[in-house]
């Protein structure tokens, strides 16, 4: 193994002694570029807290669901399931969640039906800013905050597999919009509420999902400036997705780089005279190398937070025997 195969295993079994314990926190906000496994890390966040003894909601926001071909589950939908020992799991209706939420506050289940189930509600409820976005958060949120009959939490850690970043920053900006322009009510007070928790690096945080990308790392770059400096939450950890270990040392990198002819997709790979298909597919695998080994160090140098490092799955990708060893890794 080569010095940077070992650094790239060490780096994806521990993080620092230093960094933060993730499941002791009460809520987590998965977030990260569309594409760079949010839902896979959720899901493997899920079963290592679960192993450790904790148990575990993860949330999702009313999307195409995946987690449960990840945990080999039935399908999820807007009803609360246990898809593995001490793991639960949602895929968050807006509408349903809004409706749950009158229910809560008009106490009356009949009266809260006829409210939100009337099309000319759903309609209005549909165009007022941020609702939907604050619909599927307060539902998450309040699962973090529910209590089994002997006062004790119902979930220790709930898990947000949030939308993809610009959505996903909409959501997080929710509490404290209503916050800036609510007047005092039930609203005001559950967004305060919520707000409060999220702030408290004790209670809450982000972690960030990347992949070793040059666009997915850029995006994440910003994203972590954006949710620590414009809305001041917590960020806990920088999970580094689908990391290859390198077959090749950065000076057989180089040679394998020098000929462009290597990198032409277009180039024929068998006709005499032309280079090997060997040969083509490893200056290609090198290309990957050199971007994946650039890209980290630009990650490391910039974002100063503890970086879990995942490996990149071949065969188990999205299975539930792959998403097992990934929890090992978290």
């Not at 007047?183 to 559950?190: A, F, I, M, S, Y």
């Not at 997915?216 to 954006?226: R, V």
């Not at 400096?229 to 270990?245: E, S, Y």
Request: with cysteine; charged share 25%; hydrophobic share 45%.
């Amino acid at each position: 193994m080569t010095t940077s195969q070992k650094s790239t295993s060490q780096s994806a079994r521990t993080a620092p002694a230093h960094a933060p314990v993730l499941e002791e926190r009460r809520f987590l906000f998965v977030i990260g570029k569309g594409g760079v496994g949010k839902t896979t890390v959720s899901g493997a966040l899920a079963l290592a807290f679960a192993a450790r003894g904790k148990r575990v909601l993860v949330a999702m926001c009313n999307t195409k669901e995946r987690l449960s071909a990840i945990l080999g589950s039935p399908p999820i939908g807007d009803e609360l399931v246990e898809v593995s020992k001490r793991v639960w799991a949602v895929n968050i209706s807006p509408d349903k969640a809004l409706r749950e939420y009158g229910e809560m506050v008009l106490k009356v289940k009949t009266v809260a039906h006829a409210v939100f189930d009337n099309k000319y509600t759903k309609t209005f409820f549909r165009a007022v800013p941020g609702l939907s976005e604050w619909a599927m958060l307060g539902k998450a949120w309040f699962h973090a905050t529910e209590t089994l009959d002997d006062g004790s939490p119902r979930f220790d850690v709930v898990l947000l597999d949030a939308p993809a970043t610009g959505h996903g920053m909409e959501m997080l900006r929710v509490p404290k919009i209503i916050l800036d322009v609510a007047p005092p009510g039930v609203l005001r007070r559950d967004a305060e509420a919520a707000w409060a928790m999220f702030q408290d690096p004790r209670q809450a945080g982000v972690v960030l999902v990347t992949l070793p990308e040059e666009m997915p790392a850029t995006e994440t770059i910003e994203l972590a400036s954006a949710i620590e400096t414009d809305l001041g939450l917590p960020v806990h950890r920088l999970v580094v997705n689908g990391v290859m270990d390198p077959l090749f040392s950065e000076e057989e990198r180089r040679a394998l780089l020098r000929d462009e002819q290597l990198l032409d997709i277009e180039a024929p790979a068998t006709a005499a005279g032309t280079p090997h298909i060997a040969l083509v597919a490893g200056a290609r695998r090198a290309m990957r190398e050199s971007v994946q080994h650039e890209t980290m160090i630009r990650l490391r140098r910039t974002i100063t937070l503890p970086m879990v490092v995942l490996p990149f799955l071949f065969d188990e990708a999205s299975t539930p025997a792959g998403t097992r060893r990934l929890a090992e890794r978290l």
